[in-house]
Nanobody, 123 residues
Framework: VQLQASGGGLAQAGDSLRLSCVAS??????YAWFRQAPGKEREFVAA????????KYADSVKGRFTIWRDNRNNTMYLRMNSLNPEDTAVYYC???????????????????WGQGTQVTVSS
């Protein structure tokens, strides 16, 4: 599976952005978004696992971000509302056939990664 992320850019606080990640090759089962801010480790943002039965969000984005997929075009999305400067990071999409129910937040369980798309939010 090859993943191609897009949709990042410049935004002001309070704006919304939608990230996309197109998957080519074999279909993927579970998927997620992570992000990495300058000088920080890559962190979990959102995941949809167990073939849609388990959707999780980091506390910092809960209520503002939404993850979903469109099977018609093998694409995953991340809708980001009410952006704030703390959301500034490179956002990465990730996929796997299936991850464990409680391990979705670990980088090591995701087999396929996109190249990242930069999101910059100004105050």
């Amino acid at each position: 599976v090859q993943l191609q992320a897009s949709g990042g850019g410049l935004a002001q606080a309070g704006d919304s952005l939608r990230l996309s990640c197109v998957a080519s090759g074999r279909p993927f089962g579970d998927y997620a978004w992570f992000r990495q801010a300058p000088g920080k480790e890559r962190e979990f943002v959102a995941a949809n696992t167990w073939r849609g039965g388990n959707t999780k969000y980091a506390d910092s984005v809960k209520g503002r971000f939404t993850i979903w997929r469109d099977n018609r075009n093998n694409t995953m999305y991340l809708r980001m509302n009410s952006l704030n400067p703390e959301d500034t990071a490179v956002y990465y999409c990730a996929a796997a056939n299936q991850v464990s129910y409680n391990n979705y937040h670990l980088l090591s369980v995701w087999r396929y990664w996109g190249q990242g798309t930069q999101v910059t939010v100004s105050s």
